[in-house]
């Protein structure tokens, strides 16, 4: 099966200026904790769409549920939450912390065939699923298509 990937030029643009931006918090102001605690960060986010819904799966491992808000307003889908830092370890101990804590916010918007009515969310394993319905007039109806037989013409075609 062949995958199709949209190649999107600015998330690479991101990375370098993420980089870009933790190469200037380690040399200067930031001190290590505040770093840890308050980096941001932007969730995976897989986005499909079928007949009846456009589907929303968030990846936000570790955020408790409370500390999740989803809201719809004008079109506009956005999901907040905070990672938050977990204090119970000394940060001396750590040897290498790759996880990145602190709030994030993801905003999409959409197009006019969502039924603002008919939006579910969901929180299992790690991962926010937020089902989308369409309005009844968006899905797509199959049409049968009839083919006409034409009778020829009575004696025409028959050998005499």
Same mark, same amino acid.
């Given at each position: 099966?062949?995958?199709?990937?949209?190649?999107?030029?600015?998330?690479?643009?991101?990375?370098?200026?993420?980089?870009? =931006?933790?190469?200037?918090?380690?040399?200067?102001?930031?001190?290590?904790?505040?770093?840890?605690?308050?980096?941001?960060?932007?969730?995976?986010?897989?986005?499909?769409?079928?007949?009846?819904?456009?589907?929303?799966?968030?990846?936000?491992?570790?955020?408790?549920?409370?500390?999740?808000?989803?809201?719809?307003?004008? =079109?506009?889908?956005?999901?907040?939450?905070?990672?938050?830092? @977990?204090?119970? @370890?000394?940060?001396?101990?750590?040897?290498?912390?790759?996880?990145?804590?602190?709030?994030?916010?993801?905003?999409?918007?959409?197009?006019?065939?969502?039924?603002?009515?008919?939006?579910?969310?969901?929180?299992?394993?790690?991962?926010?699923?937020?089902?989308?319905?369409?309005?009844?007039?968006?899905?797509?109806?199959?049409?049968?298509?009839?083919?006409?037989?034409?009778?020829?013409?009575?004696?025409?075609?028959?050998?005499?």
């Amino acid at each position: 099966m062949t995958v199709v990937t949209r190649w999107d030029p600015f998330r690479e643009l991101a990375t370098v200026q993420d980089r870009m =931006n933790r190469l200037f918090q380690d040399s200067f102001g930031q001190s290590r904790e505040e770093g840890l605690a308050s980096a941001a960060f932007a969730p995976a986010v897989d986005i499909y769409e079928d007949e009846h819904n456009i589907t929303l799966k968030v990846e936000v491992p570790g955020i408790d549920e409370k500390d999740i808000d989803v809201r719809l307003e004008n =079109n506009t889908l956005t999901v907040r939450g905070e990672r938050k830092f @977990e204090q119970e @370890e000394k940060e001396e101990n750590y040897r290498r912390v790759e996880r990145q804590y602190g709030s994030f916010s993801r905003s999409f918007t959409l197009p006019n065939i969502v039924d603002t009515e008919n939006v579910q969310a969901s929180y299992d394993k790690g991962v926010l699923e937020i089902r989308l319905g369409k309005k009844a007039e968006a899905k797509p109806k199959q049409i049968k298509v009839n083919v006409e037989k034409k009778l020829e013409a009575k004696g025409a075609g028959k050998a005499a």
